[in-house]
């Protein structure tokens, strides 16, 4: 097991050997060194105007200026403006870190475990899954407790690993029910009866979200190897009616990633599930889930390790895929009605008509790191996408436990602001942050619009 260490010597971070290390050294020493901002290097700080269409749950703009957090994004902008005209008055990061915000991470993404149950082929985690690697569950609790007490209001326990797995996690999901977290759970299914066990804590605007990706047993299998041969995709769905019944208040998703012929991941050819689009959207209304979502497949870039739409294949010879999987979902949409929703990600959608090429170009500054994090038994990370890279790093895993140790991260997070180019990092990610960073990078070069900010409409929808 290889281990990266802080400055002073601690283990910051221990991570499998498989995975490849862009340069380490050269990442610690920037994050603790950096004097040069992005926005002074001449690099695409000037605002473009976006026509984007954005789902509700994808316009992050829009939730940052809900009133009950819009105060959130006003001082961090005042307090970047004041970073950017102290770096021109020759003050240094860290006088001017004194003065910097102290509001928590507004929504984290929550690896439990790494520890899985599945053996998929596509999986992006893959170089990580069951190395061991794992909290110290009270540390994990506390760090939690900082948080919250700092302004935290989403969680989303996702994956690494399968979050079910983790042996505390019920105990985990009380714990952040107990403040008033809302609360997203995304799992392969395997294991419903630890998500029955928490039915009576979770209630509207929390949702669980199935990762089923087929529409039989013999696909599902096929793609997800689980260990176990009782788990088939109709005894995970004969959960769900159930589950239900103990409680109708959260949503529950059927996750569908479409993959196509030609998509690769850790060197293998991935199943083409593109057939069963609608025997899987049949079979979501079937088991009484809420919905179910499309998205497209996801790779790792060989360069930076970041998630990223394959985009392997020249657009036209994508086209027929599309074209083929656009008249399946189109197919599915009879099934909704005011119980049963087809939803199609952002993602899908923009790859379709063009678009991504919008949402790959980002300004040098990711200002959504402030507002949103991972936290994993591998450190804290910058961004869902840069899970487990050595670049994103924030911390430790236990790092936000206490306050001396959050005010130690918070400055890392403001440092890692300055020292992440997401102009160069991220040129090859469809960013749906993208929108809303360039909404907050305007705001800090135009200040004076703080004051005529209005607030949007208040849903209670703080996941980012
Ligand atoms: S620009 Fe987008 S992909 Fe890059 S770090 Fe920020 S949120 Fe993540």
């Given at each position: 097991?290889e281990?990266i260490?802080?400055?002073?010597?601690?283990?910051?971070m221990?991570?499998?050997?498989?995975?490849d290390?862009?340069?380490?050294?050269?990442?610690?020493?920037?994050l603790?060194?950096?004097?040069?901002?992005?926005?002074?290097?001449?690099?695409?700080?000037?605002?473009?105007?976006?026509?984007?269409?954005?789902?509700?749950?994808h316009?992050?703009?829009?939730?940052?200026?809900q009133p009950?957090?819009?105060n959130?994004?006003?001082?961090?902008?005042?307090?970047?403006?004041?970073?950017?005209e102290g770096?021109?008055?020759?003050k240094?990061?860290?006088?001017?870190?004194?003065?910097?915000?102290?509001?928590?991470?507004?929504?984290?993404?929550?690896?439990?475990?790494t520890?899985?149950n599945?053996?998929c082929?596509?999986c992006?985690?893959?170089?990580?899954?069951?190395?061991?690697?794992?909290?110290?569950?009270?540390?994990?609790k506390?760090?939690l407790?900082?948080?919250m007490?700092?302004?935290?209001?989403?969680?989303?326990?996702i994956?690494?690993?399968?979050?079910?797995?983790y042996?505390?996690f019920t105990?985990?999901?009380?714990?952040?029910k107990?403040?008033?977290?809302?609360?997203?759970v995304v799992?392969?299914?395997?294991?419903?009866?630890k998500i029955?066990?928490?039915?009576d804590?979770?209630?509207?605007?929390?949702?669980?979200?199935?990762?089923?990706?087929?529409?039989?047993?013999?696909?599902?299998?096929a793609?997800?190897?689980?260990?176990?041969?009782?788990?088939?995709?109709d005894?995970?769905c004969?959960?769900?009616?159930d589950?239900?019944?103990?409680?109708?208040?959260f949503?529950?998703?059927?996750?569908?990633?479409?993959?196509?012929?030609?998509?690769?991941a850790?060197?293998?050819?991935?199943?083409?599930?593109?057939?069963?689009?609608?025997?899987?959207?049949?079979?979501?209304?079937?088991?009484?889930?809420?919905?179910?979502?499309?998205?497209?497949?996801?790779?790792?870039?060989?360069?930076?390790?970041?998630?990223v739409?394959?985009?392997?294949?020249?657009e036209?010879?994508?086209?027929?895929?599309?074209?083929?999987?656009?008249?399946?979902?189109?197919k599915?949409?009879?099934?909704?009605?005011?119980?049963?929703?087809?939803?199609?990600s952002?993602?899908?959608?923009?790859?379709?008509?063009?678009?991504?090429?919008?949402?790959?170009?980002?300004?040098?500054?990711?200002?959504?790191?402030?507002?949103?994090?991972?936290?994993?038994?591998?450190?804290?990370f910058?961004?869902?996408?840069?899970?487990?890279?050595p670049q994103?790093?924030?911390?430790?895993?236990?790092?936000?436990?206490g306050?001396?140790?959050f005010?130690e991260?918070?400055?890392?997070?403001?440092?890692?602001?300055?020292?992440?180019d997401?102009?160069?990092e991220c040129r090859?990610?469809?960013?749906?942050?993208?929108?809303?960073?360039?909404?907050?990078e305007?705001?800090?070069?135009?200040?004076?619009?703080?004051?005529?900010?209005s607030?949007?409409?208040?849903?209670?929808?703080?996941?980012?």
């Open positions: 097991m281990k260490h802080t400055t002073e010597g601690e283990v910051l221990e991570i499998s050997p498989l995975i290390f862009r340069d380490k050294n050269k990442f610690r020493s920037e603790k060194s950096v004097s040069v901002p992005l926005h002074a290097n001449g690099k695409t700080n000037a605002h473009k105007e976006k026509q984007v269409e954005l789902s509700p749950i316009d992050f703009s829009a939730k940052l200026r009950s957090v819009i959130v994004l006003k001082d961090y902008v005042r307090w970047q403006v004041e970073w950017r770096y021109a008055q020759g240094s990061i860290e006088e001017i870190l004194e003065s910097a915000p102290n509001h928590a991470p507004l929504s984290i993404n929550l690896d439990v475990t520890a899985c599945y053996r082929d596509h992006v985690d893959m170089d990580i899954l069951n190395t061991g690697i794992r909290y110290d569950h009270e540390k994990l506390s760090s407790s900082t948080l007490d700092r302004g935290l209001r989403t969680v989303i326990i994956g690494g690993g399968e979050p079910t797995a042996p505390g105990d985990i999901v009380r714990h952040l107990a403040r008033g977290i809302k609360i997203g799992t392969n299914g395997s294991r419903m009866q029955a066990e928490v039915a804590v979770l209630e509207k605007g929390d949702w669980v979200r199935l990762s089923l990706d087929s529409g039989n047993n013999d696909t599902f299998r793609m997800h190897k689980p260990v176990s041969k009782k788990v088939t995709l005894w995970i004969s959960h769900i009616p589950i239900k019944k103990l409680n109708d208040q949503q529950i998703g059927y996750s569908f990633i479409v993959v196509w012929n030609d998509c690769e850790n060197d293998m050819q991935i199943i083409d599930n593109t057939d069963e689009i609608y025997e899987a959207a049949a079979r979501a209304k079937q088991y009484e889930f809420d919905y179910i979502s499309f998205k497209p497949f996801l790779t790792r870039a060989e360069e930076n390790n970041a998630e739409v394959n985009l392997t294949q020249q036209q010879a994508l086209e027929p895929v599309l074209n083929k999987i656009r008249t399946a979902i189109d599915t949409k009879h099934l909704e009605d005011s119980n049963y929703a087809v939803i199609e952002t993602n899908l959608r923009v790859l379709e008509n063009g678009s991504y090429k919008d949402f790959i170009d980002q300004p040098s500054t990711c200002h959504m790191q402030y507002f949103r994090q991972i936290l994993s038994p591998l450190g804290i910058n961004c869902p996408v840069y899970r487990h890279v994103a790093l924030l911390g430790g895993k236990h790092e936000y436990d306050e001396e140790l005010q991260t918070q400055k890392n997070t403001l440092r890692l602001i300055e020292a992440f997401a102009s160069r090859d990610v469809t960013c749906l942050y993208n929108h809303a960073n360039w909404f907050i305007d705001l800090i070069n135009h200040p004076e619009k703080l004051e005529t900010l607030a949007s409409e208040e849903r209670h929808d703080y996941f980012l």
